[in-house]
């Protein structure tokens, strides 16, 4: 497993890794974003959304209250938020690999909540806020096809293992 991490010095930087990421994912990928509130998930996912060439004229919003959000895209783009949702029943309720289908890139906001959706993830990346601006995000990669496309990534040079302070 690969723990690389980069730090961010605004949202427009963690929304460009998002982008970046959603230019090289392939279809079928399953992200789990871990983090706080306000850590960056939502801005990630937005940034991943415009890689997967979801138009600029479709909002992508937090689908926290509306749990699903698909949008159409050169790949389509399933993003979910566990944050309201309680129990592995609630998780099957949501229909969330129903909707995704096999072509599709899942980002799951609050993905921790359901611990054995970690186990799926091909991606896992940890948000932590280090000021009001700067954020540290690590990448896990689980088998050696999200270890490669990590590895292909444009910032894959800047990816380090070490603590962030």
């Known amino acids: 497993m690969m723990r690389p991490s980069i730090v961010t010095a605004c949202p427009a930087e963690t929304r460009e890794l998002g982008r970046a990421l959603g230019q090289v994912v392939p279809p079928g990928t399953l992200i789990a974003l871990v983090g706080g509130l306000g850590a960056g998930k939502t801005c990630f996912a937005k940034g991943l959304a415009e890689g997967l060439g979801v138009p600029p004229d479709v909002p992508v919003t937090s689908p926290t209250f509306t749990l699903v959000n698909v949008y159409p895209g050169r ?3 399933v993003h979910a ?19 995704a289908g096999e072509d599709a890139v899942i980002a799951v906001e609050w993905a921790d909540a359901q611990p054995a959706l970690l186990f799926e993830a091909g991606l896992t990346v940890r948000f932590e806020v280090l000021s009001e601006s700067r954020r540290a ?3 896990s990669a689980s088998g050696q096809g ?4 990590l590895k292909r990534l ?12």
């Open 137 to 139: 995000l690590f990448f």
């Open 146 to 149: 999200p270890l490669d496309l």
């Open 75 to 77: 790949v389509p783009f």
């Open 81 to 99: 938020d566990l944050y309201r949702v309680a129990g592995e029943n609630d998780l099957e309720s949501l229909g969330l690999f129903d909707a």
């Open 154 to 165: 444009p910032f894959s040079d800047s990816l380090r293992e070490e603590v962030i302070p």
